[in-house]
């Protein structure tokens, strides 16, 4: 199994919402990031977890939540959103050597969120 | 922040001819690897090169790296309408390795 998958494909929430994004993959990746893509733009890195820790947070704001409760699974947690967060959130996955990201990385599909 | 530049920000070709796309970057790398992106979906890596290679070809795709000049170039051969997409470079970075910095993209557009 070489997909990423990610879930759900389309969400849309409210500033007052809590609501979760999900990523899985099975390939024993143990890097694991989390992006965000706005229309026309490049993805921008949020967060990186190693070995199921976060290692990176791109002074993402607290209001996005990350978790990573097993090698296999990424979850973003959503409270209290602006519309400026409105974009495709993109998950990815990497194999690691000495601790570093080895490779290319495997991008799932995305979610698109929308805040009203 | 972003590093790296892409250039064109748009292309648009006939079908069955060559398209390149180029890419800059400002701070020394480990690789750099070529994504594509159709419309709204997930990234696929399409290729990637160390730092200490020049040259690599898939299939219809060649890459070059020319760390001296800091750029790199992608030539899709042939193209054909599936080839439409947004084709992103991204570096892994020397310092800060875990982080995957992406250029701007080129939106190329196959015209049958």
């Known amino acids: 199994d070489t997909e990423v998958t990610q879930t759900p494909k389309h969400l849309v929430m409210g500033m007052t919402n809590k609501k979760s994004l999900k990523c899985e993959q099975h390939?024993?990746?143990?890097?694991m990031y989390w992006y965000k893509q706005k229309a026309k733009k490049p993805p921008e890195l949020m967060f990186v977890y190693s070995y199921e820790k976060l290692s990176i947070n791109e002074s993402v704001p607290s209001r996005f939540s990350p978790e990573c409760p097993n090698s296999s699974l990424l979850n973003l947690h959503l409270h209290a959103l602006q519309p400026e967060d409105s974009a495709l959130y993109l998950c990815a996955s990497s194999q690691v050597r000495a601790g570093l990201p080895k490779g290319d990385r495997f991008f799932g599909p995305g979610t698109r969120l929308t805040v009203l | 922040s972003q590093q790296g530049e892409e250039d064109p920000q748009a292309l648009s070709i006939q079908e069955g001819e060559n398209a390149t796309m180029n890419c800059s970057y400002k701070?020394?790398?480990?690789?750099l690897q070529w994504y594509r992106q159709n419309s709204g979906r997930g990234l696929v890596h399409l290729i990637l090169?160390?730092?200490?290679?020049r040259e690599k070809h898939s299939g219809r795709l060649r890459v070059t790296l020319d760390t001296s000049k800091k750029s790199s170039s992608l030539l899709i051969t042939a193209s054909r309408a599936a080839d439409t997409a947004s084709y992103f470079c991204?570096?892994?970075?020397?310092?800060?390795?875990?982080?995957?910095?992406f250029g701007q993209g080129t939106r190329l557009t196959i015209n049958p």
């Open positions: 991204a570096t892994d970075l020397i310092q800060g390795a875990q982080k995957l910095v």
């Open positions: 390939m024993g990746h143990r890097a």
């Open positions: 090169i160390r730092s200490n290679e």
């Open positions: 701070t020394s790398i480990n690789n």
